[in-house]
Antibody
Framework: EVQLVESGGGLVQPGGSLRLSCAASGFSFSRYWMSWVRQAPGKGLEWVANIKQIGSEIYYVDSVKGRFTISRDDAKNSLYLQMNSLRAEDTAVYYC????????WGQGTLVTVSS | DIVMTQSPDSLAVSLGERATINCKSSQSVLYSSNNKDYLAWYQQKPGQPPKLLIYWASTRESGVPARFSGSGSGTDFTLTISSLQAEDVAVYYCHQYVSIPLTFGGGTKVEIK
């Protein structure tokens, strides 16, 4: 069974940092594009970043460029999102998702940026 | 950036009736090299992550009931639920994956009338 389990969310002050993790199981993680998608409370879906197999290509939405870094560790079947200089508008549930289009999703981890 | 515009924002349909959701992209999502429309539809129920329903505009994901169908090409697309069931109450999103940044429509909330 395919599973994606996010962790690392929480409450952080504006300007702070968090590192999200996504543990994958039940499939050959290294063979897939992986992405982070977020959803602000009561709002729609917003793609944040994605990373190709072996990290050979990486893309970000403009609003997080220079602040967020996506990475992967295929040996650990894990995806990461390092989030720095966090802003109130980054408050959202962050999902990791597999492939393009997104055929498997985790349950999400909530990031709240507030003083 | 490709802007995805969904309509309506919400709709209420009687059980067993048809529900139709529209999605328009600001640029074509048809990739000429393989003649495929890079358009997907997702269903999101309250408190759950989205679920992929349709990809390549009209291909149903494995396990998705046949009452869900997708159509359209280029810039105009439709998701149809042929006979609405109670478990179909959800928000539906269209999504283009032909170009970066990947973008979603604003969502359409489907309720029972």
């Amino acid at each position: 069974e395919v599973q994606l389990v996010e962790s690392g969310g929480g409450l952080v002050q504006p300007g702070g940092s968090l590192r999200l993790s996504c543990a994958a199981s039940g499939f050959s993680f290294s063979r897939y594009w992986m992405s982070w998608v977020r959803q602000a409370p009561g709002k729609g879906l917003e793609w944040v970043a994605n990373i190709k197999q072996i990290g050979s290509e990486i893309y970000y939405v403009d609003s997080v460029k220079g602040r967020f870094t996506i990475s992967r560790d295929d040996a650990k079947n894990s995806l990461y999102l390092q989030m720095n200089s966090l802003r109130a508008e980054d408050t959202a549930v962050y999902y990791c998702a597999r492939d393009l289009p997104f055929d498997q999703w985790g349950q999400g981890t909530l990031v709240t940026v507030s003083s | 950036d490709i802007v995805m515009t969904q309509s309506p924002d919400s709709l209420a349909v009687s059980l067993g009736e048809r529900a139709t959701i529209n999605c328009k992209s600001s640029q074509s999502v048809l990739y000429s090299s393989n003649n495929k429309d890079y358009l997907a539809w997702y269903q999101q129920k309250p408190g759950q992550p989205p679920k992929l329903l349709i990809y390549w505009a009209s291909t149903r994901e494995s396990g998705v009931p046949a009452r869900f169908s997708g159509s359209g090409s280029g810039t105009d697309f439709t998701l149809t639920i042929s006979s609405l069931q109670a478990e179909d109450v959800a928000v539906y999103y269209c999504h283009q994956y032909v170009s970066i940044p990947l973008t979603f429509g604003g969502g359409t909330k489907v309720e029972i009338k």
